[in-house]
């Protein structure tokens, strides 16, 4: 009977132990999946410059577009892309909208904004700034 007691709670054990485990992999996978896109979208923000390359543009949008799967679960996110989206033609208000993005994402990932203001965002490190 203790062998039989042993085995059940060994394999018992072993199941949680694993799927634990995988919840906490699939977390942090996909944690890191949105500060890639995260990390590409603000390091290619220099694409809504005028002086920018088709290579940057293509990197930036393809990030901005990914936002909407990856942050599929966070309302205030969604919220600011459906803005963003909808007002993409709309004179002056990119700049808003793209800051109100780029906040939402940094808040749904703990990622502290508090030192650098608006302007910041959008007025990015660029190959063609002359010092």
Avoid: W
Avoid at 44 to 61: D, I, Q, S
């Amino acid at each position: 009977m203790d062998i039989v007691a042993t085995l059940i709670a060994s394999l018992l054990s072993g199941v949680v132990g694993v799927t634990i485990s995988t919840l906490y992999y699939r977390r942090h996978e996909k944690r890191k999946q949105k500060f890639e896109v995260l990390r590409r979208i603000v390091g290619t923000r220099y694409a809504l410059t005028e002086k920018t390359t088709n290579e940057a543009k293509v990197v930036f949008f393809s990030a901005l577009n990914e936002v909407v799967v990856l942050f599929h679960d966070n309302r205030e996110v969604i919220e600011a892309l459906n803005n963003l989206h909808r007002e993409l033609k709309v004179q002056g208000r990119l700049h808003d909208n793209l800051v109100t993005l780029f906040k939402a994402m940094c808040r749904n990932l703990n990622v502290s904004s508090a030192g650098l203001n608006d302007e910041f965002f959008l007025r990015p490190f660029s190959p063609s700034v002359e010092f």
